[in-house]
């Protein structure tokens, strides 16, 4: 099951709608391209059916996606314990920098705040991040080895 926030659902609800509504666009397109003849050699044709088919197969996952995620209620999550939606100060061990972290449900395309690094639920940093609290040290399996962020406090 897919657990995301309430402003990740309204993403995609958001992403859902302009394809929707570019649906009328991509037909214009591919009766411009008919209109112009043999269709063998019409690349704007093959391209505009192309782009409506990626469009459509997109339309579906995301409507699914919407059908089947659960909608986390952020107002009702624990106190110092970090949950999907949750913002976090950590400080790697052995380093002295703190680095500010959101747990996603999903990945997004990079249009938060640039100093919050987001990482879903699912990745290790996530699932290391979910349910733990002020004060923990938590282990990352990360690629290059091991490691440890202490986290400092949940925003």
């Known amino acids: 099951m897919d657990v995301i926030t309430a402003d990740e659902k309204a993403k995609i609800q958001g992403k859902l709608d302009a394809l929707i509504a570019?649906?009328?666009?991509?037909?214009?397109r591919i009766?411009?391209?008919r209109a112009l003849g043999d269709l063998k050699e019409?690349?704007?044709y093959?391209?505009?059916?192309?782009?409506?088919?990626?469009?459509?197969?997109?339309i579906r996952r995301l409507e699914e996606r919407?059908?089947?995620a659960q909608v986390v209620d952020t107002t009702k999550t624990a106190d110092g314990v970090v949950f999907i939606g949750s913002t976090v100060k950590l400080r790697e061990q052995g380093d002295d920098e703190i680095e500010t972290y959101r747990l996603v449900g999903e990945s997004t395309d990079g249009e938060?705040?640039?100093?919050?690094?987001?990482?879903?639920a699912t990745s290790p940093m996530g699932e290391a991040l979910m349910k733990a609290r002020v004060?923990?040290?938590?282990?990352?399996?990360?690629?290059?080895?091991?490691k440890r962020f202490e986290i400092l406090e949940i925003i």
Request: aromatic share 0%; proline share 4%; net charge negative.
């Open 22 to 28: 570019s649906r009328p666009v991509i037909t214009n």
């Open 31 to 33: 009766a411009e391209a």
């Open 42 to 44: 019409n690349a704007e």
């Open 46 to 58: 093959h391209a505009a059916r192309e782009q409506q088919g990626m469009d459509e197969a997109e």
């Open 66 to 68: 919407l059908s089947t």
């Open 112 to 120: 938060g705040d640039e100093d919050v690094i987001e990482v879903t």
């Open 135 to 146: 004060g923990e040290i938590v282990r990352v399996n990360a690629p290059r080895g091991v």
